[in-house]
Structures are given as structure tokens and as C-alpha cells.
């Protein structure tokens, strides 16, 4: 049976080069990832069925493997990696990561692990072996990435800038509205106090309303401070949410509070992730405290007006 054609990514290089480190980050970007898959298998992974509950198949695949990869056979690699991209049309890019001799020592001497080509000799030994065997996919790769002056972190920024695709691995933006005096929301990375606003529990008209509701909403923008603190927490996220999402962080909860949680921090959590659609965002709502009972006592005192 014919392949669907997919989007492959093989990763390979010389042993303390990156590859943990590089096919970690594209899991993170929502790849799907096999280390270590003797290439000789790659036929029955692409026609296994998918796990259940997956969506299609259009996630990439990115394939790790290297000198201590049962059947390493570079000149055989090659020639499979050719057949399967004319025969199954299959997109298959080699990302090779290179490193000089001397800074592979010292990240062997660093660690104290053995070279796998040099278990029992210098790692130098293992490292000349290595760069020797694994020539011939050095000359194929068609990406090639020398880690000796990248740091971890700076690897895995050059990986999600180059490989990051739309629509999978996105950060997942979540607003919220929450009542204080029903605790603190345990999963919240930023958190904005809305006490400062006038409340409508104390007006008898909006207190059974909701911060959903026009009315609700239209007193609470009539606060003299509302627009510029509204300004001012769009221009944060503004600049907050395009770092986390370039630092590869999978969840972040934008959580508002007010003392009930029914009023403020109900309308300024859905105002605000307006705001974030129309900056190009994709925030889904949730109001936590939305359906609790209205209770003066946990109010903030009303203010003379």
C-alpha cells in the first residue's frame, strides 16, 4: 500500500554534537520524534496506523540516529533515503550536526560519559572513527548546523527558528476570570489584580448581571482608569507572549482577578482576549467563579460616589 507523503527530517552527526538536544525541541514544536529507529524500519512506521485520537497525519516526522544505531550503514542510508522520496514522494531533509574534534573532548571530559565508538580508548579515538564513517551522509545532508560555539540554549533557538511550523507546537494561550476570595488559580503565569475598578455588586441594579452583560460592562469602562490600565496590560502581552512563544513555552494562562469573580474580571478577561484575537492571537476563555452566588460579604467595601 502507498505512503501518504510526509515530511521527514532525519537528524544525525557526530555523538555529543546536539541531537538530544535538537529532537527535543522539535517535539516541543509538535513534530512527532523516533530516536534511534533503524532506518530499515522506516517503511512499517509510515504505514502503522496513527495513535488514536490523532488528527490526520500532517504533523512532520523527525527521525534521530547516529554511529550507535543498530544497522548503521551510511551508503546503505543513503540509497534508502532516495528510494523512499522517489518512490513514496516523501520531503526528506538530512540535518547534519558537525562539531569540532576538541570541543567534543571536553564536552566527554565534562560529563564523564565514554564515546560509543570508544569505550575502552580515548574519545578522540572514537570521535576520528566517527567523523570517518559518517562522511558520506555529511556530503548527502542538505542542512548542516556546527554546534561548537552554540551553547544548549542557543542550539535550540537556531532549531524553533528554522523549523517551527504554523499551526502545530503553537503556545497555547489561555484568559481567565477568577474571584480572590476563592483562592489564587494554581496554573496562572500572569496574574492582573482588577480590585482597583469600581464594582458593580454594590449598584442593586447590576449586581445579579455579570461582567458579560452590557450593562455590567459599560459601568466598569466608565471607570477613569480603565482604558489606560487596559493599554497598558495589552502593550505587556503584547511583548510577553511573542518571548514565550519564541522560548518554546507550550501553556501560558493570562488569569484577571476581582473579589467575586463575577463582574470585573469577568469582562475584562473577555475584553482582553478580544484584543489578543484581533493582534493575532488565539486565547480560548475560561471564567472560573462565573456561576458562583453573589455574597456582600466577600465584596470589596463600596466607595462614595
Not at 517503511?43 to 496506523?49: I, N, Y
Not at 562539531?99 to 573532548?105: I, P, R, V
Not at 494561550?173 to 455588586?201: C, E, I, K, T
Request: charged share 25%.
Amino acid at each position: 500500500m502507498a505512503h501518504a507523503a510526509k515530511d521527514i527530517l532525519l537528524v544525525t552527526g557526530m555523538s555529543g554534537a546536539g541531537k538530544s538536544t535538537v529532537l527535543k525541541t522539535l517535539e516541543d514544536l509538535g513534530w512527532e520524534v523516533v530516536d534511534n529507529l533503524p532506518l530499515v524500519l522506516l517503511d512499517r512506521l509510515l504505514a502503522s496506523p496513527l495513535p488514536e485520537g490523532t488528527d490526520g497525519d500532517s504533523r512532520p516526522l523527525a527521525i534521530g540516529f547516529g554511529a550507535g544505531t543498530r544497522g548503521f550503514e551510511p551508503e546503505r542510508i543513503v540509497k534508502r533515503i532516495k528510494r523512499l522520496r522517489d518512490e513514496h514522494g516523501h520531503d526528506i531533509g538530512t540535518l547534519f550536526l558537525d562539531c569540532a574534534g576538541s570541543e567534543l573532548e571536553r564536552r566527554y571530559a565534562e560529563t564523564r560519559r565514554r564515546h560509543p565508538l570508544a569505550l575502552d580508548r580515548p574519545a578522540s579515538d572514537g570521535i576520528a572513527r566517527e567523523r570517518e564513517l559518517l562522511a558520506p551522509l555529511r556530503r548527502w545532508a542538505n542542512r548542516l548546523i556546527d554546534t561548537t560555539a552554540l551553547a544548549q540554549n542557543d542550539l535550540a533557538q537556531q532549531i524553533r527558528s528554522q523549523f517551527a511550523r504554523q499551526g502545530i507546537g503553537d503556545t497555547v494561550l489561555s484568559v481567565m476570570s477568577f474571584g480572590y476570595s476563592r483562592g489564587l488559580p494554581s496554573n496562572a503565569d500572569l496574574v492582573f489584580d482588577m480590585r482597583f475598578l469600581r464594582n458593580p455588586h454594590w449598584d442593586e441594579v447590576l449586581r445579579p448581571g455579570t461582567g458579560l452583560d452590557a450593562d455590567v460592562a459599560a459601568y466598569v469602562a466608565a471607570d477613569p482608569t480603565y482604558n489606560e490600565a487596559m493599554a497598558q496590560i495589552e502593550a505587556l502581552l503584547l511583548t510577553l507572549l511573542p518571548r514565550y512563544r519564541a522560548e518554546g513555552k507550550a501553556y501560558v494562562t493570562v488569569a484577571f482577578g476581582c473579589t467575586g469573580g463575577r463582574h470585573r474580571s469577568v469582562h475584562v478577561a473577555d475584553r482582553m482576549a478580544s484584543r489578543l484575537r484581533d493582534a493575532g492571537f488565539s486565547p480560548t476563555v475560561a471564567h472560573r467563579d462565573l456561576a458562583t452566588a453573589p455574597q456582600d460579604s466577600l465584596e470589596d467595601a463600596p466607595t462614595k460616589r
